[in-house]
């Protein structure tokens, strides 16, 4: 029997609103005593891929961690662990008997599908799957009925996201005169500048405990020694705070640069929490330009956060929308080489990469341009499998979740889906590597040689590239510099690029 007037809040794991709007409309029409919470965490969820551990733990604990909040607020709270989503709900609803269920509509794909017939599922329960507010599209979408085979680029998007919400607007003008300083904003990191540490927050006894249960999960991956991540949205919030205080001003300028040293520059690492629901973008957003207003940091770099935040961000994320289900399988170089075990031990001769699979394995964690331009520069030049590489950033970063996934690493680091989300294939050689970064300084390649023994992967992996797909490549408008490259190649070097290619490729096995 159900009991009278007793709704079910169901909040996913990824969604830990501050102001969560099922429980805002649960709270409109019951009593705090009607309302349950319900909470539930799935070990097929957690087991379908060998994810971090430094993510399992802090969804697990910021979980945990929202339910105890939800609890000292008066809720009465249900935390549920269950084989699989659909278990947890059943059990709830043998246990607490609620008369309907409300719920925001999943950031992925497979979660939608899930909810899209949850009250058949549930028995005829009534179900109310309410809109997400986890994304400024839910408020405002720039581009609602896209015609069927046109091509959106994010800078069409990103300005009117910026006119919508007013941001680093001066009336109908972009603030400063420009909508984007990216050309202010490649510069390596210069000798002996060293960017201020991203604050750690210390476990508490919550957090500990799910350390523990995380190491004894067996099909986890990456290391747990030093777990150092908020949990909480207060200490999100000061993450957050300690960015705009100390590392904003600094952003932009070297937001593509690399370090061997400094993992994490000047970037804010707030990824992870945004994606979580601990911090919420658009009050990011405005927060940042306040900074620029008192004077605080340049515009370059609070352009160029904004547009990470409420531009690619947002664009991804309705990207990936449109184009599931099925964009997982896209595939246009017709690439099927395994992931080498690089990816996961991190032994490897290549500076570049051995620096930044380390950091991955230890902290979850690498910067925007070290995933573009080394990991998924190197995967797309090598050809491996695109679903492979995918599901390896999925479960191997702190911010991963498959509706950034998806169109970063299938379209723009890939370039697998043809061209549906980024306008070119993002190709280098170690000449741009070696730009921005310190890393060729050191490592037992040389970046200058084309070819021969000593010579970089990334510089015949780069030509064999273009010699391979050089009559598609011809046909990318953006493309058109690096195919004329070719010309400087004669016979014998092509060979021998071919040659050193292969060679290589066949030691990844
Ligand atoms: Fe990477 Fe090549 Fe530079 Fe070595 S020489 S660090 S492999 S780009």
């Known amino acids: 029997m159900t009991q009278p007037n007793r709704i079910t809040v169901w909040i996913l794991g990824d969604q830990l609103l501050a102001e969560h709007p099922s429980l805002a409309a649960a709270r409109e029409a019951h009593a705090p005593s009607e309302i349950c919470v319900l909470l539930i965490e799935s070990g097929q969820r ?135 300083y990216d050309k202010e904003n490649r510069k390596p990191l210069p000798k002996g500048l060293a960017p201020p540490e991203v604050p750690g927050f210390e476990a508490d006894e919550l957090t500990s405990e799910v350390i523990e249960e995380v190491r004894r999960m067996p099909n986890a991956s990456g290391s747990l020694d030093d777990f150092h991540l908020a949990v909480t949205h207060h200490d999100a919030e000061a993450a957050f705070e300690d960015f705009l205080a100390h590392r904003l001003a600094d952003f932009g300028p070297y937001e593509d640069a690399m370090s061997r040293e400094h993992a994490t520059l000047f970037h804010s690492v707030i990824s992870p929490y945004l994606n979580l629901g601990l911090l919420e973008p658009l009050d990011l957003a405005q927060r940042a330009e306040a900074a620029y207003r008192a004077g605080r940091a340049p515009i370059n770099s609070v352009e160029g956060f904004i547009r990470q935040v409420i531009g690619w961000r947002e664009y991804i994320y309705w990207q990936y929308h449109r184009w599931m289900p099925g964009y997982l399988e896209n595939n246009f170089w017709d690439v099927d080489r395994s992931l080498p075990e690089m990816f996961w031990d991190a032994e490897t001769e290549m500076n570049c990469l051995a620096t930044v699979f380390r950091r991955v394995i230890d902290t ?146």
Not at 79 to 100: E, I, Q, S, V, W
Not at 132 to 147: A, D, H, K, S, W
Not at 366 to 375: F, P, T
């Open 364 to 509: 979850g964690y690498a910067h925007h341009i070290e995933r573009l331009m080394l990991v998924s520069n190197f995967s797309l030049l090598a050809g491996l499998s695109p679903r492979q590489v995918h599901d390896w950033f999925l479960c191997s970063f702190i911010d991963a979740y498959e509706w950034v996934m998806a169109p970063n690493v299938i379209g723009m680091g890939l370039y697998a889906d043809g061209g549906l989300v980024s306008t070119k294939p993002y190709i280098a050689s170690a000449n741009y590597i070696h730009r921005m970064s310190d890393y060729c300084g050191s490592c037992s390649y040389d970046r200058k040689a084309r070819t021969g023994p000593q010579a970089c992967p990334f510089n015949y992996l780069y030509w064999n590239f273009l010699l391979e797909y050089e009559g598609l490549l011809r046909g990318q408008p953006r493309m058109g510099r690096n195919v004329l490259g070719l010309r400087y190649l004669d016979g014998p070097e092509r060979l021998r690029v071919r040659q050193d290619a292969a060679a290589f490729l066949d030691t990844l096995g």
């Open 46 to 180: 957690l087991a379908r891929h060998p994810y971090h551990r430094q993510k399992l733990v802090l969804l697990l604990s910021a979980m945990r961690h929202y339910a105890a909040r939800l609890e000292s607020q008066g809720y009465t709270v249900d935390y549920r662990k269950a084989d699989d989503t659909l278990a947890g709900l059943r059990d709830h609803l043998d246990a607490f008997r609620p008369n309907r269920l409300v719920t925001m509509q999943a950031s992925e794909h497979r979660g939608r599908r899930f909810q899209a017939g949850l009250s058949e599922k549930l028995g005829g329960l009534p179900v109310a799957v309410l809109p997400n507010t986890q994304f400024l599209l839910g408020r405002f979408n720039p581009i609602p009925n896209p015609e069927p085979e046109k091509r959106y680029v994010m800078e069409h998007f990103y300005r009117a996201m910026r006119t919508h919400f007013g941001l680093l607007m001066d009336g109908d003008e972009p603030t400063g005169g420009e909508w984007n």
